[in-house]
């Protein structure tokens, strides 16, 4: 068997009229940069997620980087993040002269550790003085704990922008990713849970100003056309795209589902196994499984990934290098052993096959195949 780690080609299969009529009223429309199939999208979005506001950009790195800019962030100011996720996050921050403050994971769930982001506020006053915003990240597509992360940022003053990136549609006791914060961040790469035929991204707030802020910022700052309030940005969500996710929204709880359902099977069978560890829930959280990462103990992850690679087996390692040891942050000033859990999951961490059109036989051969790979030394 071949199983990829993602196959995006039986998704379009499924739903392959939708898409090409959605592609066909673009083009035949004549309106390709923002308009009416935009507005409607960012409706749909924030509809969906109970938001306010939701403002289309061209990418999650975008908006990332229009949510810091809207927050007021700038050059020197602190902002605090995880070291366990895509590049994007601290690209932000460090695109806008701000600098990343880095604090360890959870274990088990990969995100932010409240308790280490309370001790590191705690004992750095010039932390305290200078951090003005905090990214949590929904690694994987499950929410970090936000209610004591939200009550350490009310504490000092911090703005929440939830890097909701690969959780769109994930839930932390009952609020939908990116509505917990004051600014919720999308990605819609092809890849992710809702992706789009190209880039694209979007923000979620109920704050008024700062959607008008971000409508200004993602057109060069221009109000009314050719006068400008600020400086911003060419980063506009495309209607193509937006037409094309208008299509998937729908069956993006479904799709989700299947996921669960994928990852529950793959809970089943793998618990027991020694050497591997599944992904555990936290409490009153859902899950959309945007990846199915288990740890792979006893220095075997690259090994077992080889294997599996041998039989077929697509996987793939999110992420390789926490950002603290990226060579482009050296300047930081960090150093191997800084965030031990960061350090630990980056080497035993693999994420297998799922996706909603996934055949159980295929999971089930997933299963075998990893099983027969442990059992065999
Ligand atoms: C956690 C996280 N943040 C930000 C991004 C950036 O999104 P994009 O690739 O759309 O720029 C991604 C995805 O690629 C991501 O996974």
Redesign the pocket.
Same mark, same amino acid.
């Given at each position: 068997m071949n199983i990829p780690l993602l196959d995006l080609n039986r998704q379009y299969r499924a739903i392959r009229p939708e898409i090409e009529a959605a592609i066909a009223r673009v083009v035949q429309s004549g309106r390709f940069i923002l308009g009416p199939e935009v507005e409607a999208f960012e409706n749909e979005v924030a509809a969906y997620c109970g938001a306010k506001h939701a403002i289309g950009v061209a990418?999650?790195?975008? +908006?990332?980087l229009l949510a810091l800019r809207a927050a007021g962030v700038g050059p020197g100011d602190r902002v605090i993040t995880t070291p366990f996720?895509?590049f +994007?996050?601290a690209g932000a921050i460090w695109n806008l002269g701000a600098v990343p403050v880095f604090i360890d994971i959870e274990p088990q769930t990969y995100n932010i550790s409240p308790q280490a982001l309370a001790e590191a506020l705690e004992s750095s006053t010039d932390l305290q003085e200078r951090a003005k915003a905090i990214i949590p990240?929904h690694?994987y597509g499950q929410m970090a704990e936000m209610d004591p992360i939200s009550e350490i940022a009310r504490r000092y003053e911090l703005t929440v922008i939830e890097?909701a +990136?690969?959780a769109i549609g994930a839930e932390y006791r009952g609020r939908k990713a990116g509505t917990v914060g004051r600014l919720g961040?999308f990605?819609?790469?092809p890849s992710?849970n809702l992706g789009a035929c190209g880039?694209?991204?979007m923000i979620i707030t109920d704050d008024d100003e700062l959607a008008e802020k971000l409508r200004l910022l993602r057109v060069h700052g221009s109000r009314p056309k050719y006068y400008h309030q600020l400086v911003g940005y060419n980063s506009r969500l495309d209607a193509l795209q937006a037409a094309i996710l208008r299509a998937k929204l729908p069956y993006l709880d479904r799709w989700s589902a299947a996921r669960a359902a994928h990852a529950a099977g793959y809970d089943r069978a793998l618990a027991e196994l020694p050497g591997i560890e599944t992904p555990p829930v936290a409490p009153e959280r859902t899950h959309i499984y945007h990846q199915y990462t288990v740890r792979v103990l006893g220095g075997r992850r690259d090994e077992v990934r080889k294997s599996l690679k041998e039989r077929g087996i697509g996987t793939g390692i999110y992420y390789p290098l926490p950002l603290h040891l990226q060579a482009c942050f050296a300047s930081l000033g960090y150093r191997e052993g800084d965030f031990p859990q960061a350090e630990r999951a980056s080497r035993e961490v693999l994420s297998l096959p799922i996706f909603p059109e996934l055949a159980e036989e295929e999971r089930e051969y997933v299963v075998s195949t990893i099983q027969q790979v442990q059992r065999a030394d």
């Open positions: 990418s999650g790195s975008d +908006a990332l996720t895509f +994007a996050t990240v690694l890097d +990136a690969q961040c990605s819609f790469f992710k880039d694209g991204g």
